[in-house]
T-cell receptor, first 108, second 112 residues
Framework: KNEVEQSPQNLTAQEGEFITINCSYS?????LHWLQQHPGGGIVSLFM???GKKKHGRLIATINIQEKHSSLHITASHPRDSAVYIC??????????FGAGTRLFVKA | NAGVTQTPKFQVLKTGQSMTLQCAQD?????MSWYRQDPGMGLRLIHY???????DQGEVPNGYNVSRSTTEDFPLRLLSAAPSQTSVYFC???????????FGDGTRLSIL
C-alpha cells in the first residue's frame, strides 16, 4: 500500500465547477505539500501546510492531522486549471513522499 | 533569476552508454535532490544532498551517482544505461529539507 494515496486518479469537470482532490497518508508528517504539474511537465509548489487551511486565489488547501487527510479545492474552475495535482508529505527525515497525482481536465 | 536549470531536456541513449544530467540552481539552496517520474507512480527520490560535499542515497539509487562540489551544481550520472532507466528526471532544490521545493523543467530520457 502506498504511503500517500490520492483520489480520484482522473477528474473531468465543466468550467465553473467546484473541484475537490483528496489525499490520505499513513505516515507521521512534519508538513504536507500540494504541487501542480503543468501539461508541459513543469512542477510548481502550491501550498505547504501542517495544520488548518490555506487559501491562494481560487485554491484552498485543508489538512486534518488526526484523520491523516488533506483536500485541495478549486473554486470556479477554469480550463487553465487543467494539470496534474500532486500531494506530497515531508516525514521529518531527508525525503519527501509523493502521491501518484490526480489528472484534472476542465472543459470550457 | 533562472531558478533550477536542467540540461538536456531530451536524450536518447543506447544500453550501456553513460551520461551526466546537469542541474544548477542560483538561489543558494542547501538541499538539492534528483527524482524520477514513471507513469502511474509518484516522484521517487534517487539521491539528495544537504550541502556542498554531502550526498546520500534516496529510494532508488542503483545505477546512479551524484556529487556536490559546489552549492549551485548537483549533476546526476548514469553509469551504464539500462532500459529500466527510461524515465523523466527532475532536479529540485529548497532552502532546507522539508521546505517547498523548486523544480527544474525535467529531462526526458529514453534508453534503447
Amino acid at each position: 500500500k502506498n504511503e500517500v494515496e490520492q483520489s480520484p486518479q482522473n477528474l473531468t469537470a465543466q468550467e465553473g465547477e467546484f473541484i475537490t482532490i483528496n489525499c490520505s497518508y499513513s505516515v507521521g508528517i512534519s508538513a504536507l505539500h500540494w504541487l501542480q504539474q503543468h501539461p508541459g511537465g513543469g512542477i510548481v509548489s502550491l501550498f505547504m501546510l501542517s495544520s488548518g487551511k490555506k487559501k491562494h486565489g481560487r485554491l484552498i488547501a485543508t489538512i486534518n492531522i488526526q484523520e491523516k487527510h488533506s483536500s485541495l479545492h478549486i473554486t470556479a474552475s477554469h480550463p487553465r486549471d487543467s494539470a496534474v495535482y500532486i500531494c506530497a508529505v515531508s516525514t521529518g527525515g531527508f525525503k519527501t513522499i509523493f502521491g501518484a497525482g490526480t489528472r484534472l481536465f476542465v472543459k470550457a | 533569476n533562472a531558478g533550477v536549470t536542467q540540461t538536456p531536456k531530451f536524450q536518447v541513449l543506447k544500453t550501456g552508454q553513460s551520461m551526466t544530467l546537469q542541474c544548477a540552481q542560483d538561489m543558494n539552496h542547501e538541499y538539492m535532490s534528483w527524482y524520477r517520474q514513471d507513469p502511474g507512480m509518484g516522484l521517487r527520490l534517487i539521491h539528495y544532498s544537504v550541502g556542498a560535499g554531502i550526498t546520500d542515497q534516496g529510494e532508488v539509487p542503483n545505477g546512479y551517482n551524484v556529487s556536490r562540489s559546489t552549492t549551485e551544481d548537483f549533476p546526476l550520472r548514469l553509469l551504464s544505461a539500462a532500459p529500466s532507466q527510461t524515465s523523466v528526471y527532475f532536479c529540485a532544490s529548497s532552502y532546507y529539507v522539508g521546505q517547498p521545493q523548486h523544480f527544474g523543467d525535467g529531462t526526458r530520457l529514453s534508453i534503447l
